[in-house]
Each structure stands twice: as C-alpha cells, then as structure tokens.
C-alpha cells in the first residue's frame, strides 16, 4: 500500500518534472525573443554552458549572459522548439535532476537563414524557489545554411559557425554509432 508520504513524494516529482518542462521551453521561447534577463533568470548561479566543438562555453550565470549577448548580436528572428524532454531524478537529492532535450531551431546568423537540429544534455537544481539549469551542454546533427540543407547529413562537417565547417558533434561520435560501423559498416 502506497503512504501518504509517498504519494507526496510522488507528487512533489510530477510538480518538479513539469516546472523543468517549462524550464526548457522558456529558453526556446527565450532565445527567440533575444530576452537576455530572462535567459540569464534560468540558470544557477555557478551555472555552465558548452558544447563539444567548444564554440558556446561559458561558466557561471554572468559569464552565460555574456555569451547569449555576443550570439544574439548576430542573429535576426529565429525559432526554437523542443520535441522530447527526458527528466531524471537525483535520488540522493531531490533538488537536483538531470535531463536529455531534443530539439530544433531556425535562425538567421548574420543574416543567413540556418537550420539546425540539437540536444541538450542538461543537470538541473532547485534554487531560490526555482528549477534552473545548473549545466547545459548542447551538441549539434547538423546547423546549416537553409541553402545546404540538402547536402547537410551527407557531410561530417555539418555546423556552420562564423563561416567556418565543424564537425557535427553527434551521432558519429557516439559509442553505439561507432560498434555499428565497426560490427556492420557504412
């Protein structure tokens, strides 16, 4: 039979799993409004942000900030969305948890209409009152001009960044892509 205490556990996890849900879309909605206040609102305060190529890297709230500012700078309209938010639950902790988002966007870097599709895999804390980010590290499939879109997943060198061709951060880097090449070939 399930507790009173338990039930309110069970509870109080569904409230936090959806506040983390509005987390993550708030930033979206966030990076598209070039809201820099609100962006800076969501994380902690000794936050990080990176990526595997290491063109977005920044630790700590204010340093966050920083970087948002110079890459809006940049960039026209543009649109995020999320489609898959995974939340787990630190069981030692219940103000910390750690999630996989997936997601999309349209931008316009320098004026350049650009596609991208992303992941994020995030650690979350509760602090003053809120779920905020705690780490963000986002990595790139792909993030290409509109125009080389259709050329985009052919190539490994598919994040465009200030005119420059980087490797895409995933999936040829993943352990399961690499035994499947490996075990079964291209």
Not at 56 to 73: E, Q
Request: a negative charge; charged letters at 25%.
């Amino acid at each position: 039979m399930v507790t009173l205490e338990q039930l309110a556990a069970r509870v109080a996890q569904l409230e936090a799993r959806n506040a983390i849900t509005e987390l993550v879309s708030s930033y979206a909605i966030a990076c598209d409004e070039h809201d820099i206040a609100r962006i800076g609102s969501l994380f902690t305060t000794d936050a990080s942000f990176d990526s595997p190529s290491g063109f977005m890297r920044a630790k700590g709230r204010s340093a966050i900030v920083d970087m948002f500012v110079a890459i809006l700078k940049t960039r026209g309209p543009g649109y995020h969305w999320t489609h898959d938010n995974f939340v787990r639950f630190d069981d030692k902790n219940a103000d910390c948890a750690s999630g996989l988002v997936l997601s999309h966007a349209e931008t316009t870097p320098n004026g350049v209409v650009s596609l991208a599709a992303m992941k994020y895999d995030d650690t979350y804390r509760y602090e003053d009152g809120a779920w905020r980010f705690a780490s963000r590290t986002i990595s790139f499939l792909y993030y290409v001009p509109a125009t080389a879109y259709t050329d985009g997943l052919s190539n490994a060198e598919r994040v465009h960044v200030g005119g420059r061709k980087l490797r895409a951060d995933y999936p040829e880097s993943l352990a399961a892509w690499q035994t499947f090449e490996r075990e079964h070939g291209a």
